[in-house]
């Protein structure tokens, strides 16, 4: 028996452990353990039921994703036919879930034909999510167990349900009674089967998957939410499985399933999205540094500044538990910070995102003060004062004196030097970079910047607690606008111009949203505000200063007080939350162009296109030169989830390398011949571009 399987006899049942870890990814040799253990135990006449667990409590994470766009996913013996096997075997099998119960996991209990799950197990198909969909069984077993509606809401949203509801919704039979207990029930389950001469496969709850649903249901469905879905492929790959599911014997179901799924497999997208999960994995790794490094206690955190920024940090900790001290220098701002902080928890108690027990408990860890004696406890300290470099500086200066010897400094600037904050304290190496994105308690991302004297232990200590309240952290050397904003800059600069050219924001933005992402760059300026942005351009001018129309336009727009959507006008005129073009805007280009003396044109799509993104990719990869990004994982984890890049391509990197580098390379040069002065002056490609594509490289590494 294969080394990865645990395989013991016990009066009248099989019990196979499964045992890879760190979470039993379904691999071709997993598969094969898993296959020979079945037929052992299904022709093996002591064996009456057969029960299929995780050998160290975890059951399975599903496929092996590293095995897929490899011949590996399919190879002998795949997933979908094992499972077709283990569903034909005339014994009872009993999945017994521990913690979980993921993918290929799920559909691996599902062709069992009787399931019990321990209580803290998390049970779903988040294939989704990775650009696939179920491809063992998962889109034609889970709608006739729980009917096809159930099905395609959990399908589509990739979610993971916890064992109660799993039950309740007809996924599990049973729920043990603790974790430890899991394996017992598992056996007293499988008993009272062969006692009462259960089937091996119980009688389909769902005969008829969209039995009760009216006949154009998933015609509707698509209808209702195929805008969400944009051009992601797998959400319409997924409904046409379940269809099949509704409309075909659960055999000819499946090969129809199969099918769909090979094409998802070999989708751009997926393979976009795998890189994604292995990028978001990769970014807890600080090279150079051990992964057993011992990390500082933080139980105590303490954050300055009880504005939007300070009051959502703040919350980030309140919700994982964390005691927080709120400091503000005045009684009316600290209230006003609480009060926002109340409001907020409020609002999601009325969306029914928290119940309203736990506002209270959330604000009970929140602990208001104006005193910076409050803070010598802290074992994190976070500044959200305002962003000018001399008022954290001075803010230091008094951290250093309050705070306890070990606490870690951090500042939450956005583009600020780190390394000229660290050095007005004693403690350098105390000290490190957060840049949360606004709303703080909303956002995942949380770009960690690595001062020069940073040290190691501050470092991981910090993408630990990053985690530990739910944020996806990103290391960042220290330069003006770290990782994102730096990449913001030149997108939004050649935006601008583009308008003087000739172009609309609304049609900029339509090109960007065209490709999926959330926003274009006028919108997300608007929404942000032409008054912040305005103020990071000015503390920054000297890049600029040999190009007078360097965003000319939203100068002009913040000098008369159009700041975006708090004051209603800003690229776009705004009522309420509607948006609509505004003359005024497009007059002021013309102005503007005239002034500079540029001539404009009609604009196509494509030069938007191209410009916009040849200039994010480029300084994208001038970062990894310099050091300032570790991994292009980590730029694209920083645009996908901090401004609105689809993840389905995979972040700016990964769609670099998808169009060819040759072939950005060849659009800045043209580019940088066509502009004229301007183009001469930006469209620079960053010499690791040129040197990548010299060295004939599809990918894009510093070398
Ligand atoms: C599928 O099943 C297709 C089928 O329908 C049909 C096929 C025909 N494969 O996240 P963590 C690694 S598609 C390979 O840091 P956590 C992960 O890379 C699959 N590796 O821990 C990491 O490795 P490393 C559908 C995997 O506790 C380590 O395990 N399934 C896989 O925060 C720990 O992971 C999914 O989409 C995998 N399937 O979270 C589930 N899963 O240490 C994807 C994990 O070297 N997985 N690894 O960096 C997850 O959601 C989370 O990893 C999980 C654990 C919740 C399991």
Redesign the pocket.
Known sequence: MSELIHYRLEEGLALIGLDRV??N???QSLRAGLSNACERAAADPRVQAIIIHGARG?F?????????GTGA??AEP???RTLVRLAGIHKPLIAALG??A??????LALACGYRIGEPNL?V????I??G???????TQRLPRLIGAESALNLILS?K?IDAENARLLGILDRVSTSPERLLDEAREYAYELIACRAPAQPAEAWPEPADGLPDDFLVRYRAEHEPSWKSRLAPRLVLSAVEAACLLPLDEGLLKE?AL?KQA?SSRQSKALRHV??A???A??IPGVRDDLPLRSITRVAVIGAGTMGGGIAMCFANAGIPVALLERDGKALDRGLTMIRDNYESSVRRGRLLPDQVESRMDLIFGTLDYADLSDADLVIEAVFEKLEVKQQVFLTLEKVCKPGAILATNTSSLDVDAIAATVARPHDVVGLHFFSPANAMRLLEVVRGKATAPDVLATTLDIA?RIGKLPVISGVCFGFIGNRMLEPYAREAHRLVLEGATPAQVDRVLTDLDLNMGVFSMLDLAGIDVNFLVRDSNRTASAHDESYCRLGDELYAMGRYGQKTGRGFYLYEGRNRRDDAEVIALAERLADELQISRRPIDDQEILERCLFMLINEGIQLLDEGIALRTGDIDLVWINGYGFPAHLGGPMHYAEQLGLGTVLAGLQRYRNALGKYGEMWFKPAPLLERLVAAGRKRIERF
């Open positions: 760190p979470v990814a379904l691999d975890l399975s994470a599903g496929s092996d994703i590293g095995e897929f996913s399919f795949d997933l979908p913690k979980v993921l993918g290929g996991g799920l559909e998390r779903g198909l988040s294939e999510n990775l696939l969909l179920p491809g063992a069984g998962g990739g993971q199969l799924f497999e999960f292995f978001e994995r990769e807890a790794r985690r």
